[in-house]
């Protein structure tokens, strides 16, 4: 955001992660995944038999395995689904939020004495939004966050047929995650 201060903090493991681990963490932030070999090209564990009971089990070298991709995860960046979120908002298309937010968020307005738990609260507090302030009152983004895929910040205010609303200028947080392929508001 404009004119804010960011401190970054990198820090390197010294345990060195399984294959699965790697191709585990790099599914869940839906990198492609990655496959290590040792410099020889041979993939750990291959042409090793085994006997131990009367059939012998045996891998060669001459056999490939079959690895299943990681699932389709939507492309658009964790800031465009809040702003799609806000477009939902401002056009009244409540059915255009709903597959934006999943099914366990929480939604808290400081406004509000209890946050508005599970997608269907959150959808029936949109609604209930809406119809009170007809399509006259709208959100305007002022400035988000566009870095992160998991957490976006966002500076906004209201606009009362086009004109700045008093006292209206909030910022909101919101943590995104990718669930069935899918980035969604938690």
């Not at 960011?6 to 681990?21: D, E, F, I, K, N």
Request: net charge neutral; charged share 25%.
């Amino acid at each position: 955001m404009a004119g804010a201060m960011r401190t970054c903090v990198t820090a390197a493991a010294a345990t060195p992660l399984a294959p699965s681990r790697i191709a585990s963490a790099s599914s869940r932030r839906g990198l492609p995944s990655i496959s290590l070999r040792p410099a020889n090209g041979r993939a750990p564990g291959r042409g090793v038999s085994s006997s131990s009971s009367s059939s012998s089990a045996s891998i060669s070298d001459s056999q490939t395995a079959v690895v299943a991709s990681p699932p389709e995860v939507e492309r658009d960046s964790a800031a465009e689904v809040v702003r799609r979120f806000y477009g939902g908002i401002n056009g009244q298309d409540i059915s255009a939020v709903e597959g934006l937010i999943a099914d366990k968020c929480v939604y808290e307005d400081l406004i509000f004495p209890r946050p508005f738990v599970g997608r269907e609260a959150i959808l029936d507090f949109f609604k209930q939004f809406n119809d009170i302030i007809g399509t006259d009152l709208r959100f305007v983004i002022d400035d988000i966050s566009e870095e992160d895929s998991t957490g976006v910040g966002v500076t906004w205010h209201l606009e009362w047929k086009g004109k700045p609303f008093p006292f209206s200028k909030g910022c909101s947080f919101y943590r995104l995650e990718v669930i069935d392929g899918k980035r969604q508001i938690m």
